[in-house]
């Protein structure tokens, strides 16, 4: 047999129909729903008097329109209390598994089910949702489909797909100290561009991939549609198995075995091509910021705000004439002298477990500066009951920081945590369009870690040199 990348085969395991110059019809493992585009889909079904094929296949959850403070009060925006009250009436009607605002499970959706362990290598997984590449993390072939697609998966668990392209983005060497993978991938992005992966699907390769935790991972795959790519993948290995083993939705006993035999096949044969490839040195990363207006707009911590007249491109010169003018930054302003006033730690990229732990350790012992709101929003109920449980939330709480429920929350104004006009905002979401965060609000997107620096120090500073303190906290503060 010919050598195959990755890709190719997921591809070829899930191909039903194939035609030459056509999209093929692939079958869907998995569809994950939320509550924002799936209401149209549910009404198809319901006039074409159809079910859910596979229910068993279909979970749903509640995450961009619930409200982060107290839980127990109604939820004042008529829209969100509608959509939310929609997904529970369609997951009851259609049999679909749902884990709502009365459930400890229920949280961002690309938290959630790798969680719970609904997330497998060598997996189709889609979902009404751009970041679904976040999955691609466990090898799982994942993207983000319109809400007609939702419907004709939920009708009939398979998808017409135009077969992507492959893209091998090989990253060189290990991260250096105090990088994170939230700083490799917006540097990714900042070299190569929000589209140099369009119409590919990404393959990640190379010894700090192979480095990473499965929440890292996650944090990498996440940004791929950033690049523009249709999915991001990882091969699976023993970080991969060790995560899911034991999860709720992971195979169990003998299945268990068997499904690890196959997931070990699940990786780029010697050999085999990628349609392109690029390569980029870990060595030369450091924490990253964004200035502009997309997720490729960014720099280093010790670098400064571009000028129009640095662009040789004139598409470019513009677009960074109008970001700056939005971002109300001056151009050369050094990263670590732009002031903030809002921070925000959480969404589908930054909202794991230890990304709170990360954040944790830098927080410990100090303040959040006197002219900074901070909120750190756990990415599901399970993050904030682990959080919790390692008490993580004193050390929050003690600096300053809001400790608040699960959700999307400040990731996009679909919710009661929005910036005013004119706010800035260090925030370890994916986007930094405008008014991504409210009307008028300003982005600059970075890591857990830069982001609880800068909620300290009142400004970006580089975290590489905080003095990590080793203070006590427990539930009456600083000890
Ligand atoms: C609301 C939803 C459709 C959207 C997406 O597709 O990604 C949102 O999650 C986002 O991050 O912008
Ligand atoms: S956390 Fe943000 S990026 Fe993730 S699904 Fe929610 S809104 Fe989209």
Partial sequence: MQPRTLFQKIWDNHVISAEENKPSLLYIDLQLVHEVTSPQAFEGLRITGRKVRRPDRTFATIDHNVPTTDRSLPIADPISK????????????????????????????HVMGPE???????????????????HGAFGALAFGIGTSEVEHVLATQCLQQQKPKTLEVHVDGPLPLGVTAKDLILAIIAKWGTDFATGYVIEY????????????????????????????????????FAYLEGRRYAPQGEEWDKALAAWKELRTDEGAEYDRRVVIEAASIEPQVTWGTSPGMGTGVTGVVPAPEDF?????????????AYMGIAPH???TEIEIDRVFIGSCTNGRIEDLRAAAKIANGYKVASTVNAIVVPGSGMVKEQAEAEGLHHIFTAAGFEWREPGCSMCLAMNPDVLS?????ASTSNRNFEGRQGRGGRTHLVSPEMAVAAAIAGRFVDVRNWEVKETEVNAHGTI
Avoid: W, Y
């Fill in 205 to 240: 390769t190379g010894e700090a991939i192979r480095n990473l935790t499965m929440e890292e991972r996650m944090t990498v795959c996440n940004m791929s549609i950033e690049a523009g790519a249709r999915a991001g993948l990882i091969a699976p290995d023993e970080t991969t």
């Fill in 82 to 109: 509608q959509q939310i009250e929609t997904l529970n009436q369609n997951c009851a009607e259609f049999g679909v598994t749902l884990f709502g605002l009365d459930s400890k499970e229920q949280g961002v959706v």
């Fill in 421 to 425: 006009p004119g706010e800035r905002c």
């Fill in 312 to 324: 040789e491109n004139i598409n470019d010169r513009k677009a960074a004439e109008n970001a700056i």
């Fill in 333 to 335: 302003t050094p990263i």
């Fill in 116 to 134: 719970l362990g609904l997330t497998h290598p060598g997996k189709t997984i889609v979902c009404g949702d751009s970041h679904t590449s976040t």
